[in-house]
């Protein structure tokens, strides 16, 4: 395996504060027509805005992104063109199906006579998530330049332009008249900079502590100074409010990810230390394996489990209810093992099953940054084909070891 183990951690826990940063700020309202409108805590509890700073983790996701892309494309053998088909594959399949199952799903509805109401908030929640991909893939593809542009000029002055850009948007949206529209550009340029940060890392650019703590700290100064100039305190957008941090992204986005960037860095001897664990190892491999389904599927599921437990006729507290109150939290976290419980189900269910490698190897059909190649080992004394044994390793200094081994075929 060449797999670095803390970005697999920073990873699976990037998508984990994704899904439950939704499952938490999403309230789906059962209305008297037996339909569901969205609604959000954060309305009335202005309070638990800070709490998306640690739940809002796209920022990790788009820096292990460009990790992982760095490290998969300079291991690749063959051609830049089929090694961005292999990338674009894994991340574009699972959205087919999200696609085709969701069509089918909403069909079915229809002819039951599901709502309009439901109807609609379950399209924009199933449909929202995917905003991601066009920026994902912009950058997937960049990666080869990106690379090339940070050993050449340094992961500062790359990003510098993109900063710029945010600021200048961010600017604009305050000055010009409410409802103008003004070109998503933001969208690839404010999540570019963390994942140049993963292309530098990737590159050994961004090892050791110094580097993590300047990020950090450089990070904590920029988020408490937007602070001061008025920016909102959610890093999520809030239905009402006039300014959003995330539609289109902020400064106050870019610093947040950096900051976290920065944190994920100084916790790499502390997630080793933690993922040296087996409960704790497999999870993270688990979640790594399905992190696209994860992330595409969990708005689904909970509009599902909503929309289906409303069928029984019960009003349940933190599932149908307004979310106006401390209680609805408390509530909604009760229904989140049973959220988790499906969700997993559903990514199971949609998972291709993995091949072995013949002689018992690992699987097959990874990507280049997952699984490096295993040699094949032939006995030469046999006519015919090469056929693949197994190798047996053993000390010198176990002659118990040796005696087993001796009658191993081999």
Not at 137 to 157: F, N, Q, Y
Not at 256 to 264: D, E, F, I, N, W
Not at 375 to 400: K, N
Request: glycine share 12%; hydrophobic share 50%.
């Amino acid at each position: 395996m060449n797999r670095d183990r803390a970005v697999d951690a920073l990873r699976a826990y990037a998508i984990g504060g994704v899904v439950l940063g939704h499952w938490l700020v999403t309230g789906l309202v059962l209305t008297g027509d037996g339909g569901l409108r969205q609604a959000s805590p954060l309305t009335a509890l202005p309070d638990l805005a800070p709490v998306t700073w640690v739940l809002q983790t796209l920022g990790l996701f788009f820096f292990t992104a460009g990790f992982g892309s760095t490290r998969s494309l300079a291991r690749y053998r063959g051609g830049a063109g089929g090694w961005l088909a292999g990338r674009l594959r894994r991340l574009l399949l699972p959205m087919v199906a999200l696609l085709g199952v969701g069509a089918a799903v909403l069909l079915a509805a229809t002819v039951v006579g599901t709502s309009d109401d439901t109807l609609a908030v379950a399209l924009r929640l199933a449909v929202s998530p995917l905003w991601f991909l066009l920026p994902l893939v912009i950058l997937v593809a960049l990666t080869g330049p990106l690379r090339a542009a940070v050993r050449r000029w340094g992961v500062a002055r790359c990003g510098t332009p993109a900063v710029a850009v945010v600021a200048a948007v961010d600017l604009a949206v305050r000055l010009l008249p409410a409802g103008v529209d003004l070109p998503p550009v933001t969208v690839l340029a404010a999540w570019a900079v963390p994942y140049l940060l993963g292309v530098a890392h990737a590159d050994g650019r961004l090892d050791g502590r110094r580097a993590g703590g300047a990020l950090a700290a450089g990070g904590a100064v920029a988020l408490a100074a937007l602070l001061a100039l008025g920016y909102p305190v959610s890093a999520v957008g809030v239905p009402g409010a006039g300014v959003s941090n995330l539609n289109p992204p902020s400064l106050l986005i870019v610093a947040l990810a950096v900051t976290q960037v920065g944190l994920g860095l100084l916790a790499r001897p502390a997630l080793h230390r933690l993922l040296s664990r087996p409960l704790p190892g497999r999870a993270v491999t688990a979640v790594n394996r399905s992190a696209v389904r994860i992330y595409l599927w969990h708005q689904p599921v909970l509009v599902a489990v909503t929309a289906l437990t409303a069928r029984s006729g019960l009003t349940l507290p933190g599932l149908h209810t307004t979310p106006d109150d401390p209680g609805w939290v408390l509530a909604r976290f009760c229904w989140l093992p049973l959220l988790a419980a499906v969700l997993v189900t559903v990514v199971r269910i949609g998972q291709p099953r993995m091949r072995r490698q013949p002689g018992g190897g690992g699987v097959a059909g990874r990507s280049a940054e997952c699984v490096s190649s295993t040699p094949q080992v032939y006995d030469h004394r046999r006519s015919g084909p090469p056929d693949l044994q197994e190798v047996i390793a053993v000390r010198d200094s176990d002659p118990p070891s040796r005696g087993r081994a001796d009658g191993q075929p081999r």
